[in-house]
């Protein structure tokens, strides 16, 4: 399964659907052709012994069954399905894509089955005026827009005699799949290239401008030990004053590793950039983001990975 795309196309008419009459199927169940049959036997009785009791009781219980059939089709005629958000994630994690049913209706849907891949995902009841939202999962295996699932909208409202459900339905919705991150590995990037990159770098201020490789003698206190307790290694805390110094994630300093390690190592190096609270920036084939931090620059970052093409 392929899905690595550099954007996701959203059109408004798709991401809401409602069901209509053409959209709409409906057959008798296992019980519902049972319950025929007995009204076939019950009819035949009543005419054989010419019984005005079986007559009445035949055409009771088929006009229920009638009736039935029209519930059954009300239940999901006009029911509207919206599109909601979608989380990114990562390669491996599972894609939920948040689907909204709402009832504008002022009768009340009750049995309103949600199935994909022939699954029960969801099964609820709707009161008049009422939204309810539901999650799709869906099994990750790459990197990029991964489309939502398809699936159906069934209900056996209100006898079970008759089942009525959608066609197949794929709202436009995409959930953004980041790379896999690769394993705790030292970054081969470094705080920018020299000191007159970086303006009014001063050392031994109060601001963090990055990581070195720890040397003897240097002060335990300037230990990052979350990167110690992570086993990425031992790297000692600098700090200055003036402009923050900027570390380059670079995909140059990966050269000789297929694209989607890569890619791979750049995503760890972006986790954990960002978890030591470093001013970073990603350098790609055709793309360059500036240093910055946060959680914003973060999915900037990442997203570049997730839709690269090399």
């Keep these: 399964m392929a899905f690595v795309g550099t954007s996701a196309p959203v059109s408004p008419r798709e991401r809401e659907v409602v069901l209509g009459r053409r959209q709409l199927f409906m057959l008798p169940t296992r019980n519902g052709l049972l319950f025929a049959a007995i009204l076939i036997v019950l009819l035949l009785a009543a005419i054989n012994y010419s019984n005005g009791l079986a007559y009445a009781l035949t055409f009771l219980l088929g006009s229920l069954a009638v009736v039935s059939m029209l519930y059954t089709h009300r239940n999901l ?21 948040h689907i909204c049913l709402t009832n504008h209706s002022d009768v009340p849907r009750l049995g309103v089955r949600v199935l994909c891949n022939k699954t029960e995902i969801a099964n609820v009841d709707l009161a008049a005026n009422q939204s309810r939202y539901i999650d799709l999962s869906a099994p990750t295996t790459r990197r990029g827009y991964m489309p939502a699932p398809r699936f159906i909208v069934s209900t056996r409202f209100p006898l079970g005699l008759l089942y009525s459900w959608s066609r197949r339905l794929r709202l436009d919705q995409s ?8 394993p705790i590995q030292p970054p081969r990037a470094s705080v920018s290239d020299s000191a007159q990159c970086v303006q009014g770098l001063r050392a031994g201020g109060d601001d963090f401008i990055g990581l070195r490789e720890f040397h003897a003698g240097d002060s335990p206190r300037h230990v990052d030990w979350k990167a110690v307790a992570r086993g990425m290694g031992w790297y000692i805390k600098q700090f200055g004053g003036g402009a923050k110094a900027s570390t380059w994630l670079e995909w140059e300093a990966l050269a000789g590793m297929a694209t989607e390690a890569r890619l791979s190592v750049l995503c760890r190096w972006v986790l954990d950039a960002e978890q030591a609270g470093l001013h970073y920036g990603l350098r790609l ?15 900037r970052c990442l997203k570049a990975l997730a839709v690269f093409h090399g």
């Design 175 to 182: 959930c953004l799949v980041y790379p896999k991150p690769a």
């Design 285 to 299: 084939p055709g793309a360059t983001i500036a240093p910055g931090s946060g959680e914003t620059h973060r999915h």
């Design 77 to 97: 005629h006009r029911l509207h399905i919206t599109a909601g958000a979608c989380t990114p994630v990562f390669a491996g994690q599972p894609a939920v894509f």
